[in-house]
């Protein structure tokens, strides 16, 4: 088997057209958001992407979410990193897991992977958490609220589940651990094999001797959510002068009582204010589109000048970065939080950039008028910003 870094290069980031005996189509049918399944070698002679080393490593990076659970006598230990070298257990001792959140942020084997779960959409894709552990590590039963496909990596897992259970919780414990959880279904993973969970259902993984498992997480914006993107979209569009009415005309008889007339001024203002489907559209990309909290983008130490990168992008090409997210819906497009005006060049070079995460110099070459009105300006600025890369071989 390949090395991860060989293995995204020889075409492994191809999104997968089935999940080992089921197809995606039953899969979305059946399971998707509904119920959880076990499926068998997904990933038949899969090799994980990332050595311990490497997590161990990343878990040492400022940069890097990473968290560190042990358990002992019952008791709940939670440490937050960075870590110092040699500060983490070593592979032999037990009830201890690493996770280290995002690798797929900072590892282009990793991203390569959860490159194969595009069969669904770029906005419901959350991160690829991945944990190592050492015998019984696991960080005890607990309920997600988001979808996530649990792909063995390295060793032996076992997991036990339940869709009817007791909210109680383990009390003082610096994670949410259910207190009296009883499991319904159970199965033991090898690598490539894969255990699919939507939100809502209760689990517990426990590994069997050391074992590497990749959470590959979907997730989906709640109202709450939703209603301060659109707040806050609308707060930057609102006129700052425009005033509600109050109505006064006599003397107020009881001065701490809200004149009728400023809730009806301001029912009228909060009427007009609706979304249309535009700013939903919008809201909805500018927020999915937002890299993950605490991403620094790195731009290149020695920018190249203008004419010089178009030079080379025309000759390479371009990527995106592990960290850039990029969205679009019709002629709206967002990058990294923010809406692109697509009118200048081409919406159908953007639609490519966005599904593919590259431009090869033939595209951007072949895109004569949008290539000669702003279009490399405009790619100049996102490589200043970190947020694109020449394509170097």
């Not at 990076?61 to 006598?73: C, G, T, W």
């Given at each position: 088997?390949?090395?991860?870094?060989?293995?995204?290069?020889?075409?492994?980031?191809?999104?997968?057209?089935?999940?080992?005996?089921?197809?995606?189509?039953?899969?979305?049918?059946?399971?998707?958001?509904?119920?959880?399944?076990?499926?068998?070698?997904?990933?038949?002679?899969?090799?994980?992407?990332?050595?311990?080393?490497?997590?161990?490593?990343?878990?040492?990076?400022?940069?890097?979410?990473?968290?560190?659970?042990?358990?002992?006598?019952?008791?709940?230990?939670?440490?937050?990193?960075?870590?110092?070298?040699?500060?983490?257990?070593?592979?032999?001792?037990?009830?201890?897991?690493?996770?280290?959140?995002?690798?797929?942020?900072?590892?282009?084997?990793?991203?390569?992977?959860?490159?194969?779960?595009?069969?669904?959409?770029?906005?419901?894709?959350?991160?690829?958490?991945?944990?190592?552990?050492?015998?019984?590590?696991?960080?005890?039963?607990?309920?997600?609220?988001?979808?996530?496909?649990?792909?063995?990596?390295?060793?032996?897992?076992?997991?036990?589940?339940?869709?009817?259970?007791?909210?109680?919780?383990?009390?003082?414990?610096?994670?949410?651990?259910?207190?009296?959880?009883?499991?319904?279904?159970?199965?033991?993973?090898?690598?490539?094999?894969?255990?699919?969970?939507?939100?809502?259902?209760?689990?517990?993984?426990?590994?069997?001797?050391?074992?590497?498992?990749?959470?590959?997480?979907?997730?989906?914006?709640?109202?709450?959510?939703?209603?301060?993107?659109?707040?806050?979209?609308?707060?930057?569009?609102?006129?700052?002068?425009?005033?509600?009415?109050?109505?006064?005309?006599?003397?107020?008889?009881?001065?701490?009582?809200?004149?009728?007339?400023?809730?009806?001024?301001?029912?009228?203002?909060?009427?007009?204010?609706?979304?249309?489907?535009?700013?939903?559209?919008?809201?909805?990309?500018?927020?999915?589109?937002?890299?993950?909290?605490?991403?620094?983008?790195?731009?290149?130490?020695?920018?190249?000048?203008?004419?010089?990168?178009?030079?080379?992008?025309?000759?390479?090409?371009?990527?995106?970065?592990?960290?850039?997210?990029?969205?679009?819906?019709?002629?709206?497009?967002?990058?990294?939080?923010?809406?692109?005006?697509?009118?200048?060049f081409s919406a159908r070079l953007l639609r490519d950039l966005a599904n593919q995460r590259h431009l090869s110099g033939k595209a951007l070459c072949s895109a004569d008028a949008d290539w000669a009105?702003?279009?490399?300006?405009?790619?100049?600025?996102?490589?200043?910003?970190?947020?694109?890369?020449?394509?170097?071989?």
């Amino acid at each position: 088997m390949k090395s991860g870094a060989a293995a995204a290069r020889a075409g492994d980031s191809a999104p997968l057209r089935r999940l080992g005996p089921v197809s995606l189509r039953r899969f979305l049918e059946h399971y998707w958001q509904r119920k959880p399944v076990c499926l068998r070698q997904v990933l038949t002679d899969f090799t994980s992407p990332v050595t311990s080393a490497r997590l161990r490593e990343l878990a040492q990076d400022a940069n890097v979410e990473s968290r560190l659970v042990s358990a002992s006598s019952g008791r709940w230990r939670l440490r937050h990193g960075p870590f110092a070298q040699g500060s983490l257990p070593g592979a032999k001792r037990a009830h201890w897991t690493l996770l280290v959140q995002g690798v797929d942020l900072h590892d282009a084997a990793v991203a390569a992977l959860a490159r194969r779960f595009r069969f669904l959409p770029d906005a419901r894709f959350d991160d690829v958490m991945i944990s190592l552990a050492g015998d019984g590590g696991g960080v005890g039963p607990h309920v997600d609220q988001y979808d996530v496909f649990l792909l063995q990596a390295h060793g032996r897992r076992r997991w036990r589940i339940a869709t009817r259970y007791d909210p109680a919780l383990v009390e003082g414990a610096p994670l949410r651990v259910l207190s009296r959880f009883r499991g319904e279904q159970e199965w033991v993973l090898d690598p490539g094999d894969l255990l699919y969970l939507p939100p809502g259902v209760a689990h517990e993984g426990v590994a069997l001797g050391e074992c590497m498992t990749i959470s590959i997480g979907f997730r989906l914006p709640s109202t709450r959510e939703l209603f301060d993107a659109w707040s806050e979209r609308h707060a930057r569009s609102a006129s700052a002068t425009r005033r509600i009415a109050d109505g006064i005309r006599a003397p107020a008889q009881a001065p701490a009582r809200v004149p009728a007339a400023m809730i009806d001024s301001a029912l009228r203002e909060l009427r007009r204010a609706r979304p249309s489907r535009l700013d939903a559209r919008r809201t909805i990309l500018e927020h999915l589109s937002e890299p993950r909290a605490g991403t620094v983008f790195e731009p290149p130490r020695r920018a190249l000048d203008l004419a010089r990168f178009a030079r080379r992008a025309g000759v390479e090409g371009i990527a995106l970065d592990l960290r850039s997210r990029m969205l679009y819906e019709g002629n709206d497009f967002a990058f990294n939080g923010e809406l692109i005006d697509a009118h200048s060049f081409s919406a159908r070079l953007l639609r490519d950039l966005a599904n593919q995460r590259h431009l090869s110099g033939k595209a951007l070459c072949s895109a004569d008028a949008d290539w000669a009105s702003g279009f490399p300006a405009q790619l100049h600025e996102w490589y200043r910003f970190g947020w694109i890369h020449l394509a170097v071989k």
